[in-house]
């Protein structure tokens, strides 16, 4: 049995989240584990509601679950910022969630807006550091308002969280067992300060720790141009907060989409939180289009993590089997069926 | 007549700066003007002879040309950074070079990495922000080498620095006339402070200087993604300085890749800097098989800052003619000609 919290959040994440629970409960039932939830109301409702985002006493309660499985922030009538820091930044935060986990894989039958590139050629994983850089939200004004204006935005990186986060991208190489190699994506040419660090620490591990592991370096303007040319170059990526934002955006486009695309926010020692990494999608709301498919891959990144790789490996399964055998377009309201059934397809196949 | 400095530097640098001055002379020549060179040979081989990476009197001297010809930095026994730094950057920042411009246009029979995407999707100018930012070089360490160490790196925007930059980029906008759309490339939902301010100048100067202008936004992430998805969206992008390093390089590959991609440095009021955007590709020196259209679509940029803006026309018309009726490929070694027949063959079609 296992606790998991539900946040469903705004737009669309609902009834995509829907979908990901029902998938859950098949393999759960066929493999033997319970999943047990609790859902909260959190989102964009609920803060123009009670001009809460996030109470505490909310954050408390999630530090008692397996993981949290989260459906999309985002309102339109809530300005921008305000639900992703009040809650996705502030999860992340709190509860140490110092992984970003984003697989870049592109499954036999999805459309990639890539040229001459299929499966064999976009299969790799970015661990992105979730808790420092410019996420820190260090900075501030001099002279605010006037034409002498100054804005200061630091980039706070800790050899403690550098550490752990190429620790933890290490070992996922080891496990990964592909090309056993790892790529610090950087600036070290201009960024002398915070990838001075950063490059120390990624060879003095790797040379200790890791020996079997092959080390990488691409610059991030660099590493934005190779996904796009050659992305069959990269086994796993590590890198910064801000850099990893940019490149798993643009590897989620390559991979197919945000129809596509699910990461995990991931503490190892704490809970986790799964996401499809699209966003609310607030004009599909209610019409039952959206794909559901980066959901229930987000519901598979946390089977995998709670313990259950058999079962997220039977989910990963059939999501590539509905991908090629059956829906037309990962795009909303061009699958050829509608978000439930897109459901049913992935618990028929598991 | 022009007095233009010569900076051919390292590796292949040279052989493509060679058809960028030949092309120079020869649509001078025809359209009446002279151009005067001066050769400095500045990059790696001095470096490792003198030790000198940019004398103060060779940035003095500088100061006095209508405009500078780079060819590329970078030499493979020197430690990377020393040379951008000390070369590329130092000139950036002293002739305060404020503004870099990289027009992203991919010309009839070039190769894009993009599916179903021609030269009518891929046609935009990012304005980068060339002198601030992270690239300030602010930050320190805290416990340098311990377990405890801080790295801070910041970024610096000054309302200063940045209004200009987005008079600039308003200005294209309304010179290019295609569109009339300027998209303000950032994160203001993570980096509060830099861009807060930069959004308050846009919104103000555009509102008050440029009311023809659309002003749109979209977060650097989602810029990626359309970048890849849908180039069409864009007209002028306007951004800092380490979003814009990313997103041009991104935008150099959909373009065709280095083989034809240019950039500016540019000062308005003072000297500006035009390159080929590759690198120095040290494996061809002397092979005589790189592409020099990135040089000499460098030089075509050139000509239009320092006032010639028919002959940039023509090179530029030129260039478009040999990527779609005579060179294979923009690749090193693939073109069907050799560096110096490119260089003849853009002559030829001036
Ligand atoms: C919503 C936003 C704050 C968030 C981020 O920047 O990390 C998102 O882009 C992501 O990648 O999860
Ligand atoms: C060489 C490097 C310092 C430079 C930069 O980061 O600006 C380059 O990538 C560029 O875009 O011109």
Chains 1, 2 share one sequence.
């Not at 959190?42 to 996030?54: A, D, I, N, Q, S």
């Not at 985002?74 to 986990?101: A, S, T």
Request: glycine share 12%.
């Amino acid at each position: 049995m296992y606790k998991i919290a539900v946040l469903p959040g705004d737009g669309t994440g609902p009834e995509v989240v829907r979908e990901g629970l029902k998938v859950l409960d098949a393999v759960g039932e066929s493999a033997g584990f319970k999943l047990d939830y609790t859902h909260y109301d959190l989102g964009g409702e609920r803060y123009k509601r009670t001009g809460e985002v996030l109470p505490d006493s909310v954050v408390d309660e999630l530090r008692q679950f397996d993981a949290i499985y989260l459906g999309a922030i985002g309102h339109p009538d809530v300005k921008p910022g305000i639900l992703e820091k009040g809650l996705l930044l502030r999860l992340r935060f709190e509860l140490d969630q110092y992984i970003n986990l984003r697989p870049v894989k592109l499954y036999p039958g999805v459309e990639t807006p890539l040229k001459d590139k299929g499966p064999e050629h976009v299969d790799f994983v970015v661990v992105r550091e979730n808790t420092e850089g410019q996420y820190a939200g260090a900075g501030g004004f001099l002279r605010k308002g006037t034409p002498d204006e100054i804005a200061v935005q630091e980039s706070i990186c800790t050899r403690k969280g550098v550490d752990r986060c190429l620790r933890y991208a290490y070992q996922y190489a080891m496990k990964r067992n592909k090309d056993k190699k790892l790529t610090l994506c950087g600036k070290t040419n201009v960024l002398t300060y915070a990838f001075d660090l950063w490059e120390r620490a990624f060879h003095e591990i790797g040379e200790k720790e890791f020996p079997e592991i092959t080390r990488d370096y691409a610059h991030v303007d660099a590493t934005v141009m190779w996904m796009v040319k050659n992305p069959e170059w990269f086994d796993v990526i590590v890198t910064e907060n801000m850099f990893g934002d940019i490149i798993t955006d643009l590897g989620a486009m390559i991979q197919g989409g945000m129809g596509i695309a699910a990461g995990g926010n991931i503490n190892p020692e704490g809970v986790s939180m799964f996401e499809p990494i699209g966003g609310s999608a607030p004009k599909y709301t209610g019409q039952n289009v959206v794909n559901p498919l980066a959901a229930i891959g987000a519901a598979a990144m946390m089977l995998d993590t709670i313990g259950e790789a058999d079962a997220a490996a039977r989910v990963e399964k059939s999501i590539m089997t509905v991908c090629e055998s059956h829906i037309k377009s990962l795009a909303a309201g061009r699958m050829g069926y509608n978000t439930q059934e897109v459901g049913d397809l992935v618990v028929k196949n598991l």
